[in-house]
């Protein structure tokens, strides 16, 4: 496997969570703690995916989301919004902002695991 993950939450633990658990199914972790940090990561790294949540400081996922549909080399960019906000309006916002899955937390970490997988192509492994 090998591929790059990146994990965008202002929370410390909830990144430790997910990382954590990337990491023991083989993948490569990288890691921001707000939109404008996490829209650098993907310039500057290159990420097969991205874990974000929507609620952050300094720029929210959703504008995440808006600014890398707005650039044909990160169009097609596999996206996993995994946030708190459940609203029938946010996942909305979500599905219009080009989420590719909306997840809630709190969230089994085997049905990211699986989302992850899926989204890549990765054989599910138990």
Known sequence: MGEKILVVDDHPAVVGLI????????????SAENGTDGL?????QDPDLV??????????GLEVLRARRSKPETLYLPVILLTGRDGHADVLDGWMGGADR????????????AAV?????????H
């Open 19 to 30: 990382s954590d658990a990337l990491m023991a199914q083989g993948f490569t972790v990288l």
């Open 40 to 44: 650098a990561v993907i310039e500057e």
């Open 51 to 60: 874990i974000l949540d929507i609620t952050m400081p300094v720029m929210s």
């Open 102 to 113: 909306y997840l809630t937390k709190p969230c089994n970490i085997g049905e990211l695991l």
């Open 117 to 125: 997988k899926e989204m890549l192509g990765a054989p599910a492994r």
